[in-house]
């Protein structure tokens, strides 16, 4: 491959100890030889991944922070600053994905933990940091949102109320930065990780899930190329172009449809959401 606008930058992923942003930081210091700081909270986690990196490590290091405190956001950029590093890319991973559930049923606390996971970390790392990457020759933000922001499924209020006001944000974001800073937000479908660890996902329900979700090293070949290639909106996976087209056309028709069909399947995982 020829030379690449990411090749050798200093990276900042959060959620870099699992799935997507593990795969994606691996990606970037492995092909573009990137130097990588992620970010998460389970150092057991994040030591596997340095240990698996083997010769690679030395291009990564990591900071271990709950992204969903403004404090710590703060206190990581004067980290930055003391110790002269500058970075290029940010890259807003981390996120959760709350059991499915009605939406009366969720807590007020349930829903501003989702929030803060999901949407105000990124308010806040932006916040943070964005003064240093406009230092950059080719600074970048990159949010990964969900196909859950394209359209609002029954039981998913709290997760699609995060993506949909992070990709919302991230829209704005791009054009007021426009010839800038690289901003982009990227739409997975679901994708082959652990995310659903918290779910009653087992059995029919698990075979299900993974029926229609996408590998995790594919979703990870096919955001690092439209990272590549600059992509502005990636939208990726068979279930998230379907959401995509679907969503638009014929938005209510088409969440009538998911709840009859997710109503049907009896699966453990939408229990909670159907019962009266
Ligand atoms: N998998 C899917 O089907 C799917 C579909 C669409 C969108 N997405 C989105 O893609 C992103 C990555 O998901 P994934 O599937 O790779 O999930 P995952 O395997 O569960 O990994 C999540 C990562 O986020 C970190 N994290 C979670 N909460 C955090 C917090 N409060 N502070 C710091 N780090 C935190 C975790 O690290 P620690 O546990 O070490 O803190 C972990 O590294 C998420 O934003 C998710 O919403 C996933």
């Not at 991944?49 to 490590?57: C, P, Q, R, S």
């Not at 290091?61 to 404090?71: A, I, R």
């Not at 922001?149 to 054009?175: D, I, P, Q, V, W």
């Not at 739409?187 to 082959?192: I, L, Q, S, Y």
């Amino acid at each position: 491959m020829g030379q690449c606008w990411i090749d050798n930058k200093t990276v900042i992923i959060t959620g870099a100890s699992a799935g997507i942003g593990k795969g994606v930081a691996e990606a970037l210091i492995k092909k573009h030889n990137c130097k990588v700081i992620g970010i998460a909270r389970s150092k057991e986690k994040t030591e596997k991944f340095v240990e698996e990196l083997g010769d690679y490590a030395k291009n990564f290091s990591y900071k271990l922070f709950d992204v969903s405190s403004k404090e710590n956001w703060f206190e990581f950029a004067e980290y930055l600053k003391e110790n002269d590093i500058h970075p290029d890319v940010l890259i807003n991973n981390a996120g959760i994905l709350p059991k499915f559930n009605k939406t009366q049923n969720y807590s007020i606390e349930e829903i501003e933990s989702v929030m803060n996971i999901n949407f105000y970390s990124a308010v806040y790392s932006i916040n943070a940091l964005l003064p240093m990457l406009l230092e950059s020759s080719t600074p970048a933000v990159i949010n990964v949102a969900s196909s859950a922001a394209l359209m609002s499924l029954a039981g998913t209020s709290t997760y699609s109320a995060s993506k949909g006001a992070l990709k919302s944000f991230t829209e704005s974001l791009r054009e007021e930065l426009r010839g800038k800073c690289y901003v982009t937000v990227i739409c997975p479908g679901f994708t082959k990780t652990d995310i659903f660890r918290n779910q009653e996902n087992t059995g029919k329900g698990e075979k299900m899930i993974n029926a229609i979700s996408t590998d995790c090293d594919r979703m990870v070949n096919m955001i690092v190329n439209g990272i590549e290639n600059k992509k502005e909106l990636m939208v990726f996976g068979f279930d998230a172009q379907f959401m995509k087209i679907f969503g638009r056309i014929t938005p209510v028709t088409v969440g009538r449809l998911f709840s009859a069909v997710m109503k049907a399947s009896k699966l453990p995982l939408f229990d909670n959401v159907f019962k009266d």
